[in-house]
């Protein structure tokens, strides 16, 4: 989570795209995730990890597309949950349930909270 804090910090100076893969079961956690990330952020671009008809209109972006100046914020669907950062790329992991719960912990956190 530090990292995550870390990562944060530096988002302000380059182009962010939070990132999702269509075919998982993340559409609830990433729509909470955008309300409560939007204040803290002047600006980001939704973009898919994979070519899909529900991403026509988006780009494709994955962790292998970040720089010092293009942040990924990857929400993706897995067993494990985990926040982490690495190589300017912010993975948010976990099943519906707890990857809502561990993106709540994380905006607390941004919030000062």
Request: glycine share 2%.
């Amino acid at each position: 989570m530090k990292n995550a804090i870390i990562f944060f910090k530096y988002l302000f100076k380059a182009k962010i795209y939070l990132t999702f893969n269509p075919e998982d079961n993340v559409y609830q956690a990433l729509n909470s995730f955008v309300q409560q990330i939007k204040p803290l952020l002047n600006t980001f671009t939704q973009a898919c990890t994979k070519d899909a008809p529900k991403c026509a209109n988006l780009p494709l972006k994955t962790c292998s597309d970040a720089t010092d100046f293009i942040k990924i914020i990857q929400i993706q669907e897995n067993n494990q949950t985990k926040i982490e950062y690495t190589n300017n790329c912010l993975i948010i992991q976990g099943k519906s349930e707890d990857l809502i719960k561990g993106m709540d912990k994380l905006t607390l956190i941004l919030n000062g909270i």
